[in-house]
């Protein structure tokens, strides 16, 4: 009996994890195949290849423009981001400030907590007294403070893991602490530095909901929120341009998590240590 239940028990667990993988596998599969279906639909086929979805993608007067908006959008708020959370997790990791451990869970607990869709009211209101509504600045600003917590938190981690001693070493031939930063600090926590990269990038490329509050004019709208426009004239989803450009919309986040993955590799530490 004992046997039974752990065949039965093994065969469970393969059963689950395949149905895991084909769970996650078919979306994927879908992408990679339906833009190159002549006639793409919500279901997983072997495709009958043509690149006429392609053609209409390009037709469309704004679908590359807004990859290149989401280009814009999402570097700009990744060296926001890079920026001052290396500077602010520099300073919390060498200062030693009454209440910093707690400061940084707060910081965190409450970005988590204050997601974008509660504060989105208050945002608005910001924003227009500012006199930024309709402007790219506005939402890489709103998007790099969302991100800054949870940046700081992780990077504080790859900054305590930097020796001292080297800080020592560069301060006794007069270096500046922007130089030993810089030139000390940034090389060793470059891991840190391309996690939070790619992580700041990929938080804004798929936001739609922050874009589409604050702006209004098509020209500055980035993918996330073009992509909600693809209908024919039927109202039906437009699915031969929505599979190609979903294709053309993934390929951007997938390369640099591989070009940086490769490089740098990523390394999680999460946490703050006393």
């Given at each position: 009996?004992?046997?039974?239940?752990?065949?039965?028990?093994?065969?469970?667990?393969?059963?689950?994890?395949?149905?895991?993988?084909?769970?996650?596998?078919?979306?994927?599969?879908?992408?990679?195949?339906?833009?190159?279906?002549?006639?793409?639909?919500?279901?997983?086929?072997?495709?009958?290849?043509?690149?006429?979805?392609?053609?209409?993608?390009?037709?469309?007067?704004?679908?590359?423009?807004?990859?290149?908006?989401?280009?814009?959008?999402?570097?700009?708020?990744?060296?926001?981001?890079?920026?001052?959370?290396?500077?602010?997790?520099?300073?919390?990791?060498?200062?030693?400030?009454?209440?910093?451990?707690?400061?940084?869970?707060?910081?965190?607990?409450?970005?988590?907590?204050?997601?974008?869709?509660?504060?989105?009211?208050?945002?608005?209101?910001?924003?227009?007294?500012?006199?930024?509504?309709?402007?790219?600045?506005?939402?890489?600003l709103v998007m790099a403070g969302g991100l800054?917590?949870?940046?700081?938190?992780?990077?504080?981690?790859?900054?305590?893991?930097?020796?001292?001693?080297?800080?020592?070493?560069?301060?006794?031939?007069?270096?500046?602490?922007?130089?030993?930063?810089?030139?000390?600090?940034?090389?060793?926590?470059?891991?840190?530095?391309?996690?939070?990269?790619?992580?700041?990038?990929?938080?804004?490329?798929?936001?739609?909901?922050?874009?589409?509050?604050?702006?209004?004019?098509?020209?500055?709208?980035?993918?996330?929120?073009?992509?909600?426009?693809?209908?024919?004239?039927?109202?039906?989803?437009?699915?031969?341009?929505?599979?190609?450009?979903?294709?053309?919309?993934?390929?951007?986040?997938?390369?640099?998590?591989l070009f940086v993955n490769r490089r740098y590799?990523?390394r999680f530490y999460g946490g703050i240590k006393?």
């Amino acid at each position: 009996m004992a046997f039974v239940r752990t065949a039965l028990g093994r065969i469970g667990r393969f059963v689950f994890i395949g149905f895991v993988i084909v769970f996650f596998a078919l979306p994927v599969l879908w992408l990679v195949s339906a833009p190159f279906d002549r006639a793409p639909a919500l279901r997983l086929s072997v495709p009958e290849f043509t690149l006429d979805n392609f053609d209409v993608l390009l037709d469309n007067p704004f679908a590359m423009q807004s990859l290149g908006n989401s280009l814009i959008i999402s570097l700009s708020t990744m060296a926001i981001v890079l920026v001052l959370a290396s500077l602010a997790s520099y300073a919390l990791s060498r200062v030693r400030v009454p209440g910093r451990d707690m400061l940084l869970y707060s910081l965190l607990l409450l970005s988590s907590i204050v997601t974008g869709t509660a504060a989105m009211v208050p945002t608005f209101v910001l924003i227009t007294e500012l006199n930024l509504i309709d402007t790219q600045l506005a939402v890489v600003l709103v998007m790099a403070g969302g991100l800054l917590p949870a940046a700081i938190f992780i990077l504080k981690d790859f900054m305590d893991n930097t020796p001292r001693s080297y800080e020592e070493s560069a301060r006794v031939y007069g270096a500046s602490s922007l130089q030993i930063l810089r030139h000390v600090v940034v090389p060793i926590a470059r891991p840190g530095l391309a996690t939070i990269a790619v992580w700041s990038v990929v938080q804004v490329w798929g936001n739609f909901l922050v874009p589409f509050i604050l702006l209004r004019t098509p020209d500055k709208l980035p993918a996330a929120v073009v992509m909600f426009t693809f209908y024919t004239e039927g109202g039906q989803p437009n699915l031969a341009l929505i599979s190609a450009f979903s294709l053309l919309f993934s390929v951007p986040v997938v390369l640099l998590y591989l070009f940086v993955n490769r490089r740098y590799g990523f390394r999680f530490y999460g946490g703050i240590k006393s």
